[in-house]
Structure formats: C-alpha cells, structure tokens
C-alpha cells in the first residue's frame, strides 16, 4: 500500500496553469504506476493523465492533451499534474491514484491507492 497526498489545486481564471503535486508515502513508489483522476458535481470519475514507473510512457484523455503534462520525480516520491491554458470545463476534484506494476491503466477499477483530492476552480 501508498499512501497519497495531493496539493496545488486553487481557483484561477480561464487560460490560467495550477501545478498539482502528488506525495507519496513508502520506499516502493518506484513500483507503481501514477495516474491523475477527475471528477465533476454529478459527473463519474474519468482519467486524465497516466505515467508509467520510469516516466518513460504517458497516456493523456483527449480532452487535454497538449495542455496537461504528468511527470514524476522517484527520488522525491512525486508525481506532477502542469495544466496550462485551464478552461472552465476542467473544473473538479482532481485525484491522484497509484496500481503496482509496470504497465499503465486508464481505467478507475485499475487502481487501488488513491488520495484525497484537491479542488480545482477555473472561472470564465
């Protein structure tokens, strides 16, 4: 088990950039796949962004790609979510979840370890 703790979320207007920051707990987060997770009021939590154990594979939904960047840091534990030119539809909780192994899920039922969330406002 990891233990995840997300921070950065904030209210910021529409073409704005938040970095959300992931800490994990343990010596093996180098094991785990990290996928970052959103969910709006009255929405199903969807992906948004997936990287593998190395940082060498990363997986983005459509609606984001080419403004959201998922990166890591295995020496400090981390893993990154940069989101640049925010629009109002981005706004939601914002998770980030962890699933031991090499390979990279895009699904919810694929993960195991997810932390708290944090609050992610884009105004128009």
């Known amino acids: 088990q990891v233990q995840l703790v997300e921070s950065g979320g904030g209210l910021v207007q529409a073409g704005g950039s938040l970095r959300l920051s992931c800490a994990a707990s343990g010596r093996t987060f180098r094991s785990y796949s990290m996928g970052w997770f959103r969910q709006a009021p009255g929405k199903e939590r969807e992906f948004v962004a997936a990287i593998s154990w190395d940082g060498g594979r990363t997986y983005y939904t459509d609606s984001v790609k080419g403004r959201f960047t998922i990166s890591r840091d295995n020496a400090k534990n981390t893993v990154y979510l940069q989101m640049n030119s925010l629009k109002p539809e981005d706004t939601a909780v914002y998770y980030c979840?962890?699933?031991?192994?090499?390979?990279?899920?895009?699904?919810?039922?694929?993960?195991?370890?997810w932390g708290q969330g944090t609050q992610v406002t884009v105004s128009s």
């Open positions: 979840a962890a699933r031991p192994g090499i390979s990279v899920r895009t699904s919810v039922n694929d993960y195991d370890n």
